[in-house]
C-alpha cells in the first residue's frame, strides 16, 4: 500500500482515518507532537505545537494548535467527531527538547521544551488520558511519524536513528 | 529614521528598510571578507511575511542537517538573531576559515563549532554596527551558541517566541556566495516578543544587490 505523507506542520493538527495516510512532523526542537489512535477505529491524530499555553485563554484564542494545553482539547474533539472513542485512545508524547544549552543566554524560550511536555502531560492526565510511551525531552530535534492503518509510530533523530512504538 | 519608529519590524520593512539591509549586508559581507580572507558577497533576495505553518515552503526541508549560529540581541533594541548554514556549507566555511583545502573538514568538532560561532559573531555585529551608524540605535550581541542538528529543530527556537503573539514571520532571504561556492544562509533577526525575521542574502564580491 503506497503511504500518503501528510505533513502536520508547526501549529498545526491532523486527524485521519485513511489507511495509508502517514501523519508526520517534521523536525521537532522544543515542538511536541502529541499523537493519539483508536486501534479498533483506525483513527488518529497528531498535534504539533510550540508553547505550553496561550496568553489569551481558549476562548479567544484563533489558533489553538500552537498551543499544548489549547490544541489537546481540540485534538480529542475531532477525534470523536471523525469516530474515535476517547477510552480507547492510545496516547504517545514526542519533542520538548531543550535545543539551546547555554547559561549566557537567559531566555525564557529556552526552557520551553520541558514546559510543552509538562503541560500535556497534565493536559492529557485531566482529560482522563494515559501516557502510553513517550520519548521526550534531550537536546535533539525528532521527527514524528504516525501510520494510520496500523497506529505504529516512528520517531527519527538526527545521528541516532529510529524508535518504533508499535 | 527618527528614533521613536524605531523597532525591528521598522528596520526590516519599514520605507528605509532597503537601504539600510543593503547597507548592513555590505558591511557584513566586507567584515566576512577580511575574515575569511576570500571575496564574499550577501544579497538580500526577497523579504516577505511567512505564516508560521508554512516556514518550511519558503526555507527548505525541516529535516536538512543544519548549523545554526544564535545570539541574543541586548541594548536600545532587544531581541535574538540565528545565522543559519547547510551543515555541507557550514564545512565548507570552516575550511575557508582554517586555510584548508576545500573537503577537508567532515564534521563540526569543538574547533569547527567555534569557528561557525565567530562567522555568526562577526555576521550579527556586523549588521548591528551598521543599524547603530545609521539610525544611532545602539544593540550588542550575546555570545554566540552553536547549535547542529534539524533545521525544523533550530528554527523552533526562534520561531517560538514569535508565536506567543504573532501567526507569522518576516523572513529576509539572503544568500552567501564566495568566489567557489554559492553558500545558502539565512540570517534571521527577531525582535521579542513580536518577532521579525531576516531571510535570504547572496553574498557578490564587493555589492548588495535585490532581485
Wanted: proline content about 5%; hydrophobic content about 45%; some cysteine.
Amino acid at each position: 500500500m503506497t503511504e500518503t505523507v501528510r505533513s502536520v506542520s508547526i501549529g498545526e493538527l491532523v486527524v485521519s482515518k485513511t489507511p495509508n495516510d502517514l501523519l508526520v512532523a517534521y523536525g521537532l526542537g522544543s515542538c511536541v507532537a502529541v499523537c493519539a489512535y483508536d486501534p479498533r477505529a483506525r483513527i488518529g491524530g497528531m498535534l504539533h505545537a510550540l508553547l505550553p499555553a496561550s496568553p489569551n485563554g481558549a476562548a479567544s484564542e484563533t489558533n489553538p494548535a500552537k498551543f499544548v494545553r489549547e490544541g489537546i482539547p481540540v485534538l480529542l474533539k475531532e477525534l470523536a467527531k471523525q469516530g474515535a472513542n476517547q477510552s480507547r485512545l492510545v496516547v504517545r508524547l514526542c519533542g520538548g527538547a531543550q535545543m539551546l544549552v547555554a547559561a549566557q543566554l537567559n531566555n525564557t524560550s529556552l526552557n520551553i521544551g520541558s514546559r510543552n511536555v509538562t503541560a500535556a502531560t497534565e493536559t492529557l492526565k485531566n482529560s482522563g488520558l494515559r501516557i502510553k510511551d513517550q520519548i521526550t525531552g534531550g537536546h535533539a530535534g525528532r521527527t514524528v511519524k504516525m501510520n494510520i492503518s496500523t497506529g505504529k509510530i516512528v520517531v527519527r533523530t538526527l545521528g541516532q536513528g529510529e524508535q518504533v512504538l508499535d | 529614521m527618527p528614533n521613536q519608529e524605531l523597532s525591528w519590524e521598522n528596520i526590516i520593512t519599514g520605507p528605509q528598510s532597503e537601504t539600510l539591509l543593503q547597507a548592513a549586508m555590505y558591511r557584513t559581507a566586507t567584515n566576512l571578507s577580511d575574515m575569511i580572507g576570500r571575496a564574499i558577497t550577501i544579497d538580500v533576495l526577497d523579504v516577505e511575511t511567512v505564516p508560521i505553518n508554512k516556514v518550511f515552503d519558503v526555507v527548505g526541508s525541516p529535516e536538512a542537517e543544519t548549523a545554526g549560529a544564535y545570539l541574543l540581541i541586548e541594548g536600545d533594541l532587544s531581541g535574538q538573531a540565528i545565522l543559519m548554514l547547510a551543515l555541507e556549507d557550514a564545512l565548507h566555511m570552516v575550511d575557508l576559515l582554517m586555510g584548508d583545502t576545500p573537503g577537508t573538514t567532515q564534521t563540526l568538532d569543538d574547533l569547527g563549532r567555534s569557528a561557525i560561532a565567530e562567522v555568526g559573531n562577526v555576521t550579527v555585529a556586523s549588521f548591528l554596527n551598521e543599524v547603530a551608524s545609521i539610525t544611532g540605535v545602539e544593540a550588542r550581541p550575546s555570545p554566540p551558541v552553536v547549535i547542529v542538528d534539524m533545521m525544523g529543530a533550530i528554527l523552533n527556537v526562534v520561531i517560538t517566541p514569535v508565536a506567543v503573539t504573532g501567526n507569522d514571520l518576516v523572513l529576509v532571504k539572503t544568500k552567501l556566495q564566495e568566489t567557489e561556492k554559492i553558500i545558502q544562509a539565512h540570517f534571521w533577526v527577531l525582535p521579542e516578543p513580536t518577532m521579525i525575521t531576516f531571510g535570504n542574502v547572496s553574498i557578490h564580491p564587493a555589492k548588495v544587490n535585490r532581485d
